[in-house]
């Protein structure tokens, strides 16, 4: 569906550009359908950790565990804006202090989502091919925003859009091996373009470690499912 409607662009429209830290092409509006086959209530898990970089003061926060829970229906010809929503997403790591995930090695480190539902807008292909089994879909996933908490520092801060503006970030769906497969999976790489920044920060607790305005970057993996434990395809 996507080859056909791209080639009904006339030859001189031109995709958004994208703002921020960039590598990836992908447009702020959605310009193609797409064909969605075993969508409906979507899970999400993480492969391997989650992991938040501070581009100023270098801080780090890694989750070991996290999950993402939804809505991705099915359908043909269906509009990349809003193709996915997430009403719950989850951090934490199994093990530390209180479950929380960690911050510079050593700080105890709640996160919490904000805003939710978060919405996926499909929006352009990622690299490789664009349709079939491991098939590839760019997009942007909107709404983000987070509280991290870490009473042992004294530091409560938020991160999100600037301005009050929604937070995204963009990232690619990989389509399964195969139209039965479960190894679906969303990805974000570090240096996605995004517009995350430290909206509040706590002080003094939060001195050093992150400052209002400072620009975030994410990096994690989720593996995709549907409620029978097969990946969604999106063509």
């Avoid at 703002?19 to 702020?28: G, Q």
């Avoid at 938020?158 to 970030?169: A, E, F, H, L, W």
């Avoid at 679906?184 to 373009?193: D, E, I, Q």
């Amino acid at each position: 569906m996507r080859k056909i409607a791209r080639r009904a662009l006339t030859a001189g429209a031109v995709a958004a550009t994208a703002v921020a830290l960039t590598t990836m092409p992908a447009s702020a509006d959605p310009a193609t359908n797409f064909d969605v086959q075993n969508g409906g209530t979507i899970a999400g898990s993480n492969v391997g950790s989650i992991i938040g970089f501070g581009l100023i003061n270098g801080s780090t926060l890694e989750c070991t565990s996290s999950t993402a829970s939804g809505s991705l229906p099915s359908g043909t010809a269906r509009p990349g804006t809003g193709i996915a929503t997430l009403s719950s997403v989850t951090f934490s790591s199994p093990g530390q202090t209180n479950d929380w995930c960690v911050a510079n090695g050593s700080i105890p480190t709640r996160v919490t989502a904000l805003g939710t539902p978060w919405s996926f807008n499909a929006d352009d292909d990622g690299p490789g091919s664009d349709s079939g089994p491991g098939g590839t879909t760019g997009g942007r996933l909107t709404g983000v925003q987070v509280e991290l908490y870490g009473p042992s520092v004294g530091c409560t801060a938020t991160v999100g859009g600037p301005n009050g503006n929604d937070g995204y970030i963009e990232g690619t769906y990989t389509n399964p091996s195969s139209l039965t497969g479960n190894d679906g999976t969303l990805s974000v790489a570090f240096g996605a373009s995004n517009n995350l920044e430290v909206l509040t920060a706590s002080s003094p607790g939060c001195n050093g470690l992150v400052d209002v305005g400072e620009t975030v970057s994410l990096a994690g993996t989720y593996s995709v499912v549907n409620s029978s434990g097969v990946s969604p395809t999106i063509d």
